[in-house]
């Protein structure tokens, strides 16, 4: 394990911001670590690169324990703390430098680097320029640069994307796509796309909890059924009645717009449904204005960890 | 140790890339010029003017040392750079004495105003420069340590005003001490006077270098580094 992490917490005065967190990543993973605001995500990266020290428990990277051999510890991550802090009044190429020197990169070898990670963040055309002056996602890609400079086992990555416009972001999620093919990635985020698009992994954090941990996909699937959403005219009592007893249909979620009834019918993992809507509609003479599949989305996964069943999902009509 | 001078260059460079730093330096070279200037007439004597161009950064030093400390680490904390900064593989101590040697390097080019006086001076006649050499010694010991001071309230305060009045606040008091035992004989007032930086400087001044002083100086300043580490260690600052 490159990144372990045991019974980690960590108290604010009574708060308790992580609990107990068990966390372990594997060399060449790509990890994300997912939670709302305010769930403990930067708390424990934080303790994870040493900059805070835990309340409890312990975190080694790369074999070394953070609070016991700090520095040689952190010469195994590259690290970008949320808002990426830079000294604004350097150069990026002069900051580079200076981070370079700083992360005891031998002097032959560091000409090349600095050079290589220009080349890949895109830096080129604003190496001579003050960072204070470049725009948020030019400064994000400095950022990235500092983290991969030393060529770090791990990257660890605090909401880089926060605060870019969508071209941005998408380059950002590119760049940290391709850093995971030679380097362990985790990044943290409150997006979900984010995560889908860039994580094999995904630690799900609410309340200083891990509270899932697997892939995307297998997180939907294992704990969401399929929906479907239909929008049908006619007599709702009815309607929500004879859904409900359609084979596969779990659950029937009722809402009312101007005379067309939408309907939300939670399915059996497996289990289509569709056919079977028509065939009510049809057979009732109600109009069928839409018929959709939704396939359950992480953003489903992540509301149902970190808040609980939605009001009205476990009633049954 | 190895990362200090990284560290001291990068605050060289932040410090001439700072506009507060040439304020500064034009400000203490205007006072200390000015207030030499009026002193100093045809009729004083060569010796007298010299020490005298060394006691008047006494107090000009409690005006520009906290101007020079106070972003050292407040800056770092309210930017967040303190994050990348302690999360690279440096330690506290590299990040403190870098920091420290950065502002003592810093001042002694305040000082140079000093020296051209001095070498002035010095062309007008002769006179003993033992008392000088001694006197920039205790100069560079006082500078330290009142740097130092301010370098510890930089460590513990994300505002950098914040720093600099509680800066300012110490050193007024530490600089009462010693207007209120200067020339009383009594058992309190000589305490009071050992523990104020000026008094310890003055000796220098006059060519004395008493070990007394200089164990003063070494000490508490390298007291206020070591509780610098411990506050920037601690990551508690408000």
Known sequence: ?317 | MINIPVITKRELGAYFLSPIAYIVLTAFALMHGILFSLQVGPSMDLQAASRYALALPIYLLALAAPALTMRLFSEEIRSGTIETLMTAPVTETEVVLGKFLGALIFSAVMFTPIMAEIVFLRLLGPWDVGPVLSGFLGLFLLTAQILAIGLLCSALSRMQIASAIINFAILIGLYFLWILGRGQTAAWARLLRYAAPPWHYLSFTRGVVDTRDLAYYVVSTGALLFLSVRALQLRKWR
């Open chain 1, 1 to 317: 394990m490159l990144v372990e992490a045991k019974g980690l917490t960590r108290r604010y005065g009574d708060l308790l911001a992580v609990d107990h967190l068990e966390l372990s990543i594997g060399r060449g993973e790509v990890v994300g670590l997912l939670g709302p605001n305010g769930a403990g995500k930067t708390t424990t990266i934080r303790m994870l690169t040493g900059f805070l020290p835990a309340s409890e428990g312990t975190v080694t990277v790369a074999g070394y324990d953070v609070r016991r051999s700090p520095v040689a510890a952190r010469r195994h991550i590259g690290y970008m703390p949320e808002n990426n802090p830079l000294y604004p009044e350097m150069r990026t190429a002069e900051y580079l430098a200076f981070r370079a020197e700083l992360k005891g990169i031998a002097r032959a070898r560091r000409r090349r680097r600095i050079a290589k990670c220009i080349e890949l963040c895109n830096l080129a055309g604003v190496a001579g320029q003050i960072i204070g002056a470049l725009s948020k996602g030019y400064r994000q890609r400095v950022g990235l640069a500092d983290a991969m400079l030393a060529e770090p086992d791990a990257l660890i990555l605090d909401e880089p994307t926060i605060g870019l416009d969508p071209n941005q972001v998408r380059d950002v999620r590119r760049l940290v796509r391709d850093l995971g093919e030679r380097h362990t990635v985790l990044i943290s985020t409150h997006i979900l796309a984010e995560a889908e698009a860039i994580c094999q992994r995904v630690l799900i954090i609410d309340k200083g909890r891990i509270v899932a941990d697997d892939t995307p996909r297998a997180l939907s699937e294992r704990l969401l059924q399929g929906a479907v959403c239909v929008e049908l005219q006619g007599d709702a009592p009815r309607i929500e009645e004879t859904l409900a007893r359609l084979p596969g249909v779990q659950n029937v979620q009722g809402e009312k717009s101007n005379g067309w009834h939408r309907f939300t019918l939670a399915a059996a993992p497996g289990a289509d449904v569709r056919a079977d809507v028509f065939r009510a509609a049809a057979e009732n003479g109600w109009t069928l204005r839409e018929l959709t599949r939704r396939r359950p989305s992480l953003e489903d996964v992540f509301r149902r960890l970190t808040l609980g069943p939605e009001p009205g999902e476990e009633r049954r009509p």
